[in-house]
């Protein structure tokens, strides 16, 4: 039997809007990252330690030292004592040879002198008090600075000079190892930063999932131009985790030819569009400042990380063969017409109408606000973009804050009075609306909300445009 050879096509991804896919974990001030003026460093906390400790033992004073100024100060101290009590031995001698004949200037003399021997006692106690203290040889200290065991944070160690900032600000390595990660233009906005996902030589990457998110979809999107009712009901009646399973087996389940049990799984389309993380790119994330644009309950700025604009990644697409060209397996799960529908020029082409339905959606949305004017030139200069694309190429909005509407089917859930409905129950069952659920009606916006990127006071861009291009000349 003939091997069926998989198509893998290569695509190229270049960023157009800043792009955020986290890995669920914030960076926190002073303990992730130290702001040093308009540079926000995110440190090597291994690097760190070793700095701190290796800097920590150059200052130390060798206890055998400790010991020798202890003593000289002790004996300092001793003898700024002795003569202090000689003095004033001396000079109650000759106040009892020759005391003043004026009662109140010998009560005035006699008050001062026992002040003093009162002081001289004092000091004598303290210093019986010291003697018996003297320093010890450390013991949890020999390894750790005391600041690192109180535990002080990134600012205070630097204040402390234990962690030198001028070796922070000229990436200096310690044992081998970089002690600033990576650095960021600017002072976050708020004092957590959303981590931007990164492989382990902290360079930016595409994860393979996401991509294959977007287009998965957008293929549903263009797929499911009518989403039968039920299929609506059963994600009311559902849970939020497998709200939409009816619809995506609607969309993606091949049709069985067996009477054997199949998992759902197996019979969807898209496992066979494979896509592999882009590699890797050594540039750094920018900082952004986001905003929840027109929400009442979150005022405050979102700081985070994100791949900058123009940055170019490069992956592999691979559309295996056999669930379409072997009989064995068409006799088993009828795939229909997916075979074409997952060549690339059809990908690229249900990818645009997708973008070209978004687009015009948040046209409309920020043509109605009255400081979005950067955002409207923003969209229609995308959609300008957008028609004058080729075959092979499309835009995708990817990752965090890329929007509700571009991650479900969107208008395909409304328009007639029956879905309304159906979407109304979806929104109150499932809270989409948080606190505002039970008072959403059909016909109601949704959502009212964005997540867009601020320049000073003003929205500027949203977030996670990319444009994608098939380049079938590379085609295996």
């Known amino acids: 039997m003939a091997l069926v050879r998989n198509q893998v096509v290569s695509l190229t991804v270049t960023t157009i809007t800043p792009l955020h896919i986290g890995t ?4 926190a001030a002073n303990l992730d990252y130290y702001v040093d003026g308009d540079a926000t460093l995110v440190i090597n906390a291994d690097a760190a330690l070793e700095l701190v400790v290796e800097t920590w033992q150059q200052r130390r004073v060798p206890y055998e030292e400790q010991l020798r100024r202890f003593r000289a100060e002790l004996a300092q101290e001793e003898e700024r004592i002795r003569r202090a ?3 004033l031995r001396r000079q109650i001698e000759q106040f009892e040879e020759r005391p003043p004949r004026r009662e109140d200037e010998y009560e005035r003399q006699a008050n001062r002198f026992r002040e003093e021997a009162r002081r001289l006692k004092e000091r004598k106690q303290r210093l019986a008090e ?12 020999d390894l750790l600075p ?3 065991i109180a535990g002080s944070t990134f600012d205070q160690l630097v204040d402390g000079g234990l962690l030198p900032r001028d070796r922070l600000r000229e990436r200096a390595t310690v044992k081998g190892r970089p002690l600033v990660r990576y650095a960021l233009n600017g002072r976050p906005a708020s004092g957590e930063v959303y981590e931007q996902i990164k492989d382990v030589a902290d360079r930016l990457y595409l994860p393979g999932s996401s991509l294959k998110g977007a287009i998965r979809s957008a293929l549903a999107w263009d797929m499911a131009h009518s989403p039968a009712v039920a299929a609506l009901q059963h994600a009311v009646e559902g849970g939020p985790k497998n709200a939409d399973d009816a619809i995506e087996q609607e969309v993606f389940l091949g049709t069985l030819r067996t009477q054997r049990r199949i998992n759902n799984t197996v019979r969807d389309v898209l496992r066979a569009l494979r896509i592999g993380d ?4 050594a540039v750094a994330p920018d900082l952004l400042a986001v905003r ?3 929400s009442r309950s979150a005022q405050g700025l979102i700081a985070l990380e994100a791949i900058p604009v123009d940055v170019e990644f490069r992956a592999a697409l691979q559309i295996e063969q056999y669930p379409f060209e072997s009989g064995v397996a068409r006799a088993v799960i009828d795939f229909g017409d997916w075979q074409r529908r997952l060549q690339p020029d059809e990908l690229a082409a249900a990818c645009r109408r997708r973008a070209g339905r978004l687009i015009d959606g948040e046209l409309a949305y920020f043509n109605r606000q009255t400081d979005a004017a950067e955002l409207v030139r923003f969209y229609a200069d995308l959609r300008a973009r957008l028609e004058r694309m080729d075959a092979r190429a499309f835009l995708l909005p990817i990752g965090w804050g890329a929007g509700w509407r571009s991650k ?3 208008d395909r859930l409304r328009g007639a009075p029956d879905r309304e409905s159906a979407f109304t129950g979806l929104v109150q069952r499932h809270k989409l609306k948080k606190h505002k659920s039970a008072g959403f009606r059909p016909g109601d916006a949704f959502p009212e909300t964005r997540k867009v990127i601020m320049r000073g006071a003003l929205p500027w861009r949203p977030l996670g445009w990319v444009e994608a291009r098939f380049d079938l000349n590379g085609e295996r």
């Open 24 to 27: 669920g974990d914030r960076l």
């Open 85 to 87: 009590d000689e003095r």
């Open 130 to 141: 010291r003697s018996a203290n003297p320093p010890q040889p450390d013991a949890a200290g």
């Open 146 to 148: 005391p600041e690192l």
């Open 278 to 281: 882009s590699a890797p790119v």
């Open 292 to 294: 929840i644009y027109r």
């Open 408 to 410: 479900t089917l969107d």
